[in-house]
């Protein structure tokens, strides 16, 4: 079982960058199709990005694509999410999470069987 820790989060100007780093341990997440979730006050989770297992596919949330970078570092344990260009509307809570069901990039929550605490984002204008 993997145990997933978040961190990078914090409070930054509209048009600023951010990295996240989801930190694993327990098991190596060369194991594991990872993503990136988040969520706003008042509304539901949603997608933001996904890396399959080996790392050679990712996929993205229409809202972020061309501004986020999901990457693995599997000699770190590590998961990152880049954040650039960021926006108001991309304030929320970030969750990383983790799935050995499948080997390809998931973008449905339901597919993730491993979460972290999340961190914060918070993006003014």
């Known amino acids: 079982q993997v145990q997933l820790v978040e961190s990078g989060g914090g409070l930054v100007q509209a048009g600023g960058s951010l990295r996240l780093s989801c930190a694993a341990s327990?098991?190596?997440?060369?194991?594991?199709?990872m993503g990136w979730f988040r969520q706003a006050p008042g509304k539901d989770r949603e997608f933001v990005a996904a890396?399959?297992?080996?790392?050679?596919?990712?996929i993205y949330a229409d809202s972020v694509k061309g501004r986020f970078t999901i990457s693995k570092d599997n000699a770190k344990n590590t998961m990152y999410l880049q954040m650039n260009s960021l926006r108001p509307e991309d304030t929320a809570v970030y969750y990383c999470?983790?799935?050995?069901?499948?080997?390809?990039?998931?973008?449905?929550?339901?597919?993730?069987?491993?979460w972290g605490q999340g961190t914060q984002v918070t993006v003014s204008s």
């Open positions: 999470a983790a799935t050995s069901r499948y080997s390809s990039a998931r973008f449905r929550s339901n597919d993730y069987d491993y």
């Open positions: 327990g098991r190596t997440i060369s194991s594991y199709a």
């Open positions: 890396i399959s297992r080996t790392g050679d596919m990712t």
